[in-house]
């Protein structure tokens, strides 16, 4: 149980907000039994699904291969990515309906690599965040800065632009979890203070209980993702409003079972 406290906008109150971490593999490893070994290696320390959602995004032609071994575990399987459109003629593609067929309940959306490597706008993100809630499908809905606007003061301004392109598409708040990942510290081994995590995730909720509603903003999980590790994880999971983190190369190791372990409290 965290308490939920945004000065002048939420009253004081607990909220059980069950911690979420997800392992967002990306194009890794470079071969199945790579992937295999690791989640063999996870088997050696068990964790608690009833106090904390282990997620996990291997890429999506692996994903066949470790689902049940994943699922074994506790944890749930996540895609990478999902199409803005439905079926049809969409080469590349796979949709949210694709995913509820395959039994895949989480993906993620607008990852930074995503809108930056391969163009994907607010308007993007938003059509898929909409495709997934008709479908039922449970997102992690990605934001952050760069750094030259962290720089230049505008964290706030561009968390909220990225979200207001969403507001609007969703109706079932509890099929979203916001990750809020700072892209200057996404692999760099540069990490947000776990003050200026904090500071941040609060002014999103704030935002949130403005622009949807108080309920909505003390109870959607807000990860943080950022050069994650198993040293770090503890004192960043004490802070009141980070439920938990999205994390890339600190999830292909053995030790990511420690940051699961260290959310569970």
């Not at 992937?35 to 291997?58: E, G, H, Q, R, Y």
């Not at 969403?166 to 081994?189: L, R, S």
């Not at 200026?196 to 622009?211: G, K, P, S, V």
């Not at 198993?230 to 600190?250: M, S, Y």
Request: hydrophobic residues 40%; aromatic residues 6%; charged residues 20%.
């Amino acid at each position: 149980q965290v308490l939920a406290v945004i000065p002048g906008r939420i009253s004081p109150r607990i909220m059980a907000r069950k911690p979420i971490v997800g392992g967002n593999w990306k194009s890794n490893p470079a071969k199945l039994a790579e992937a295999t070994s690791l989640v063999d290696a996870w088997k050696a320390k068990p964790f608690d699904a009833s106090k904390v959602d282990m997620v996990v995004c291997p890429t999506a032609l692996h994903i066949p291969f470790l689902k049940g071994s994943l699922e074994a575990l506790g944890a749930q399987v996540c895609a990478q990515n999902v199409s803005a459109t439905g079926f049809g003629a969409f080469t590349g593609e796979w949709s949210a309906d694709h995913l509820v067929d395959a039994a895949i309940p989480w993906t993620l959306i607008g990852h930074s690599e995503r809108r930056r490597l391969y163009g994907e706008t607010d308007e993007v993100t938003a059509a898929k965040v909409e495709q997934c809630q008709k479908a039922g499908i449970k997102v992690m809905l990605c934001i952050g800065e760069l750094l030259e606007e962290r720089e230049s003061g505008k964290t706030d301004e561009v968390n909220k632009r990225q979200l207001a392109a969403c507001i609007p598409k969703i109706t079932k708040w509890e099929d979203i979890v916001i990750a809020y990942e700072p892209v200057w510290a996404i692999g760099t081994g540069k990490v947000a203070t776990p003050e200026q995590a904090e500071e941040t995730h609060a002014n999103i909720r704030a935002y949130l209980a403005t622009a949807v509603s108080a309920d909505v903003a003390s109870s959607v999980r807000i990860q943080y993702g950022g050069s994650v590790s198993p040293d770090n994880c503890k004192e960043l999971i004490g802070k009141p409003n980070i439920d938990g983190f999205l994390v890339g190369g600190a999830s292909l190791k053995p030790t990511f079972m420690d940051i699961i372990t260290a959310c569970q409290g």
